[in-house]
């Protein structure tokens, strides 16, 4: 029986499992709101509020997760560390989704298979953070915890957690997804105008004269399909689009997580594919707890220091039934340790037969401080993980079979190298994350262009 013909009194979602029953559990990186009245009122609008996305698009997704772990398409998730309020904005979100998009078309087209594409983004504005208050001059304050919950500034009123701060994530996340939908329909994936994808500030990049040339070639032959066949080529016209975020808040998560006619089960509407973050994966957890109940396709970010018989049990809490496409593992371990940490949870997970999705977030690993006091991130330890990455599921077997990136599209200079070579001296020119360093345009491309010539069928056109 078909998901959509299953009654849903008939069906068993898991046990002693509700939308609420995470509260029974230690909530980690959860703020301290001062006033519970506020926030009560503040989660019973949230949960009266339309949801982000469909039980539709969610399996769909679900599907070709499922495709990607038998290597049958590659995954690429991106965006910026945190979003911000004030950065719901047409141009940042046009260019961060045009950077996504021709990043796509190098994977596409270099690796010979569709790629799953999916966005840090419309609603990502939680962030874990390493203590939950931060002392300067000698006042002690909350941590900021992101847009959703606080307010970056160092003042009292600005770290007060604010429930209604919530219902404005909500919309801020509505206003980027009906904008990135809406320019998707409108054509601007349409593979016959690269062009519209081309951001003002690359100039002559040596890289976007590759890629250039990758997309002339694109484009004669979907023209050649179209002399052949003598008729458009209609579904290079569109492309589909999935969101994702790190499912952190759970009083956000909650509030949209619901049952729908049409389908059995529980689906966390706020998102096609939440994650799990390194902090907050305890196999007791509330966020396990949350996510176990959920029919998303799931993702948990996995560091340095895990043993592989704890990830073997949070496999299995999360995806009891071996389900296809249901759990994606991220391994984000850094460029000095990945070696060692890496290929004892890949044989492990092989042995035990377990289905997952694995991929690299060369990203999270690889955060430092420079002596000028930036948080920043090397583009060579960067490509050394996922060049890593490839080896080492080579070796043991399994296949790697997708990135998670944190980039966006602006000429930002937040990581040092890449084809510009930007130094410790460019990074004061351009630093915009509140949170973590991201790729920068030019940067993003050349991680794609890597991963082709790592991985790619298709000798790239010369
Ligand atoms: C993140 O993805 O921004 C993040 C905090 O990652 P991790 O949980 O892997 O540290
Ligand atoms: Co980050």
Redesign the pocket.
Known sequence: MSALERPLEAVQHPENWAPDSWRAYPAMQQPHYPDPIALKAARSELASLPPLVTSFEILALKKQLAEAQEGKRFLLQGGD??ESFSDCESGLISNRLKVLLQMSVVLVYGLRMPVVRVG?FAG?YA??RSADTEVKDGIELPSYRGDIVNSPEFTETARRPDPQRLIAAHSRSAMTMNFVRSLIDGGFADLHHPEYWDLGWVGHSPLAEEYHRMVRAIGDGVRFMETLSGEAVHNVRRVDFYTSH?ALLLDYEEALTRQVPRHWGWFNLSTHYP???????ALDGAHAEHMRGIRNPIAV?V?PGVKSDDLLRLVDHLNPENEAGRLTL?H?MGAGKIAVELPKHLEAVRREGKRVLWVA?P???NTESTSNGFKTRRFDNIRSELDQSFDLHAAAGTRLGGV?L?LTGENVTECLGGARELTEGDLERAYRST??PRLNYEQSLEIALLIVRKRGVQSLPA
Do not use: N, S, Y
């Not at 994650?275 to 994966?281: Q, V």
């Open positions: 560390c945190a840090r990502q962030k874990p790190e994650w799990i973050g390194m902090r907050t994966a970010k560091g991220i984000r977030d990203m999270h690993g998670h944190e949170v973590d």
